[in-house]
């Protein structure tokens, strides 16, 4: 018999690999870390638990991954809607950006974000903003975990005055931040648009020497395709940006030729179906990258332009999209998309060792949905109520690493009420 910290029981466990749903099982968990999955006989004989959770009427699946967001512009949630892509980041953006991105700005964005992000299930995530150190900090205070994008811009910002300084802060961020096992850092030159060719060669050159991936929004709009003779992600296999520790954001305007590129280098895609169908960016192929072999995870984008972090929403808007976008009602299955937003996500951000499925040796990040409710009855499936009946509200209990940062619908990491109040004067400042 061993002592362990932890046992959940649940009615339905979706450990996502291997594929299929387990019922009368208990996830054993010790140090952090998951130590077995096995029938709740079996826990009965073998380990004594510290602490039982038994979810009677729950289903326990791993914790989800959002593979593409900008945390700190939740302080921008709904502040300009309803325009494309370029009036929104020329004329709203980047002006309250280049007046108020600081510091304070960029951790009370992203606690804000984490707040919302826990309480809906995301146990990890992908960040792309300005002071990274910044938002690592309010990562490790809310206990979730991250892959921290250093942003890079050929132009300047009060952020960073030109592309040297701009990677030089970034991997200061790494330094100071690299100790904490939850955070992980990569270099994000913004988008084909604002990132020229020498700067590239300089991100590549420290991704290759640091072993850090590299991710960009690529092929967002027609407009970034049209005209150039050559496709951006054509420009960035030439400069040596692609491999298997690049992430493409969007991918969106893609083509045959571009597909299999990414598919030949081990690329991963975030699909962004929320942000795209907002903007009005299109449709991005997903069937087709998924066939042509490349791994396709889901992200949200920032809260300025969703206007939620929400991957359970997102897992059902690409699941629709899907199909409407093929023709085809069998286009992307519900474990499809639940593998999207869990072990995909783990894998484009180079962390499906330690998290992205209930396997044991990896890190204990798991989410409890509750399916008691009318709304949710009967179960004949679980994994279908995931994509196409609940939604986050339905969400009870979240772990990352065996730490219980969502107990009973309640973020147990965060002060709620100051965090709010801090929301609310950001707002009264960025009116002015
Ligand atoms: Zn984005």
């Known amino acids: 018999m061993h002592t362990v910290d932890l046992r959940i029981d649940a009615a339905w466990i979706v450990p996502v690999e291997p594929a299929g749903t387990l019922t009368g099982h208990a996830l054993i968990v010790d140090g952090g870390r998951i130590a077995a999955l096995l029938p709740a006989g079996d826990a009965d004989r073998q380990f004594a638990a510290r602490e039982t959770k038994r979810l009677a009427s729950h289903v326990l699946i791993p914790g989800l991954v959002n593979a593409h967001t900008h945390a700190a512009m939740t302080l921008m949630r709904g502040i300009a809607d309803d325009l494309p892509l370029k009036p929104w980041l020329e004329e709203h953006v980047w002006p309250v950006e280049r007046r108020f991105a600081s510091p304070e700005f960029v951790y009370d964005g992203t606690l804000l974000a984490c707040a919302e992000m826990l309480r809906g299930g995301i146990t990890a995530c992908n960040d792309m903003y300005f002071y990274p150190d910044a938002s690592a900090r309010a990562y490790e ?39 904490v096992p939850t955070l992980t850092f990569a270099l994000a030159p913004h988008a084909p648009y604002t990132v020229g060719d020498a700067t590239f060669a300089r991100i590549v050159m420290f991704a290759r020497q640091l072993d850090l991936p ?175 009946a609940v939604d986050r509200s339905f969400v009870s209990d979240v772990w990352v690493r065996g730490a219980h940062v969502v107990a009973d619908g309640e973020v147990a990491t965060i002060d709620t009420t100051a965090l709010l109040a801090r929301a609310r004067a950001w707002q009264r400042r960025l009116k002015t």
């Open 141 to 179: 205070e809310a206990g979730m975990r991250a892959l921290v994008g250093a942003p890079i811009l050929d132009f300047p910002t009060p952020y960073a005055a030109d592309a040297d300084a701009y990677i030089t802060r970034g991997l200061a961020a790494r330094d100071a931040w690299k100790h």
């Open 214 to 388: 590299i991710e960009t929004h690529v092929a967002e709009t027609r407009a970034e395709v049209a005209g150039t003779g050559e496709s951006s992600l054509a420009r960035l296999d030439r400069l040596g940006v692609t491999g298997p520790s690049f992430i493409a954001i969007h991918a969106v305007h893609v083509d045959e030729v571009d597909r299999s590129l990414l598919a030949r280098h081990g690329c991963h895609v975030v699909h962004c179906p929320a942000s795209n169908m907002k903007l009005a960016s299109g449709i991005a192929p997903v069937t087709a990258l998924v066939e042509a072999g490349v791994n396709v995870a889901l992200g949200t984008d920032g809260a300025a332009s969703n206007n939620r972090l929400d991957i359970l929403s997102e897992m059902r808007l690409a699941a629709l999209l899907a199909k409407v976008a093929t023709g085809n009602a069998i286009a992307l299955p519900a474990p499809a998309v639940l593998a999207m937003a869990t072990l995909n996500g783990a894998r484009a951000l180079g962390l499906d060792a330690v998290t992205g499925s209930l396997a044991p040796g990896k890190d204990a990040d798991a989410v409890a949905i509750d399916l008691s409710a009318a709304a949710t009855q009967p179960v004949f499936d679980p994994v279908s109520h995931l994509v196409n």
